[in-house]
Structure formats: C-alpha cells, structure tokens
C-alpha cells in the first residue's frame, strides 16, 4: 500500500500482492509531500518439513526512513531492520505466514524514481535439525528462495497540460471550421 500525504490531502492506493508499485505526485505538491509505504513480507515454507523463521532481515533503501512507533515488530541495527515476530510461530510445508512493514518517504523535487527494497530470512531453524537445501538465510544472495524484493516507483504526474493544450487546439480548429462555413454560406446568400 502506498499512502501519499500532503496540504492537498491523503491519497491511498492499494496493491494486492505486486512486486512493483507506483504512485505519481502533482508537481506543484511534491515538496512537503510525505509517501508511506506498507509492504507485506510473505514467508512460505517452500519445504516437506515444519520449520520456523526466527528472524526475517529488510535491507532498508538510503531513501526510506525506518520509525520504530510504526513498526511495533521491527528494530533497526546498523543498515538492516530485524523481526522476531514469527520465531516460535511453526511454518508447516505449503504455508505462509505475513509479517507488515511501513516505512516513510519525504518527498522533494530531486528524490523521485524507483526504490528497491529486499527482504530476506535472516535465521530459520526446523526441531530436526536440517539445513535448507536450496538457500542460505541471512547472506544477502540474490536469487536464493529466502529472499524477495519489492520496487515502489514515485513519479512527477504529467498529462494535464497536455489534455487542456489539446482541448484548445481542438476549439481553435472548431471556431476556425465554423468561421469559415459562415463564410461561405455568407458569400452564397449575398450572390
């Protein structure tokens, strides 16, 4: 979700399990235009055994700033953000379990354009001691199945000049097309 906050108002707009989002902002608004973004981090257990993920890691982007009163789950330590919320939840094989991260945004002429966030299991651990086949939790390896990663692209909204230039060539060529049939019709009436 991506909530877009400004002296216009609040704008929210929905996505329902997109790995890309956008949101355009009028550009007479983006200075003190504040955009949160609330992404849902999914954790499903790929594998045949139960198994539990002790820690989930979001690699936060320079640009998105981190509030610990949003995020009652969350910690930060050094450019990572931590939960520990689904330690002692059991995952079994084929499900999934949701935690929500939120994170800010504030907006300026110059910080528009796309951020990618990744997030990733930092710790999983299963009561028979088997490791992941296919990943390792917590290295940072892209393309690992314990890793997953969301874009949010804030663009500058454009299109309004373009529809209200359009609209007044239309009426001029309207006008022009009417002018010159009362000419004419004028010129046949005076013959």
Do not use: C, H
């Not at 400004?6 to 009028?26: L, P, Q, R, S, W």
């Not at 949003?70 to 953000?81: E, P, R």
């Amino acid at each position: 979700k991506i909530v877009i906050q400004n002296k216009a108002g609040t704008t929210v707009k929905e996505y329902d399990n997109e790995t890309v989002a956008k949101a355009e902002i009028d550009a007479k608004k983006i200075n003190g235009t504040t955009v949160i973004v609330e992404y849902k981090i999914k954790v499903t257990n790929a594998g045949k055994v139960p198994g539990y993920a002790r820690k989930i890691a979001d690699y936060i982007p320079n640009d998105l700033k981190f509030s610990s009163e949003l995020n009652k789950d969350w910690y930060q330590t050094g450019n990572a953000l931590y939960n520990a919320s689904l330690a002692n939840e059991v995952i079994n094989a084929g499900e999934s379990k949701e935690v929500t991260l939120t994170l800010t945004k504030a907006m300026t002429e110059n910080n528009t354009g796309r951020t990618n966030n990744t997030a990733e299991i930092a710790e999983a651990y299963n009561d028979l001691g088997l490791s992941d086949t296919n990943s390792t939790p917590g290295n940072k390896k892209q393309g690992e199945n314990d890793m997953g990663s969301a874009d949010v692209i804030i663009s500058i909204k454009t299109g309004g000049i373009v529809y209200v230039s359009i609209a007044v060539a239309v009426v001029k060529v309207l006008a022009g097309a009417a002018f010159i049939i009362i000419k004419i019709k004028n010129k046949k009436e005076n013959m």
